[in-house]
């Protein structure tokens, strides 16, 4: 069973910084795809980024030259570096990962950013 533990999310002035982690257990399938999804008060998940297992990123149009998606496959972790924070950033940030051969989903619990003054 995987499980995924997000963490990182805090408060945090527009213009500012985080790096969300994201650290998986369990045995997860050679061929997947990792990624950042977020959630704001009243509106539907969407994808931030993703990573291939070939190494592949994709990002939405919103974060594309803000953040930073990559792993740590000794550490068996995920990242999310966050720069240059807006207030529509902020949401509950999940992390989560697709296993293509045997179509399995997995989200974390999800961690709260907060970009306000």
């Known amino acids: 069973q995987v499980q995924l533990v997000e963490s990182g999310g805090g408060l945090v002035q527009p213009g500012g910084s985080l790096r969300l982690s994201c650290a998986a257990s369990?045995?997860?399938?050679?061929?997947?795809?990792m990624g950042w999804y977020r959630q704001a008060p009243g509106k539907q998940r969407e994808l931030v980024a993703t990573i291939t297992s070939g190494g592949i990123t994709t990002y939405a149009a919103s974060v594309k030259g803000r953040f930073t998606i990559a792993r740590d496959n000794a550490k068996n972790t995920l990242y999310l570096q966050m720069n240059s924070l807006k207030p529509d950033d902020t949401a509950v940030y999940y992390c989560n990962v697709y296993e293509l051969n045997w179509s399995r989903d997995h989200w974390g619990q999800g961690t709260q950013v907060t970009v306000s003054s």
């Open positions: 369990g045995s997860i399938d050679s061929i997947y795809v």
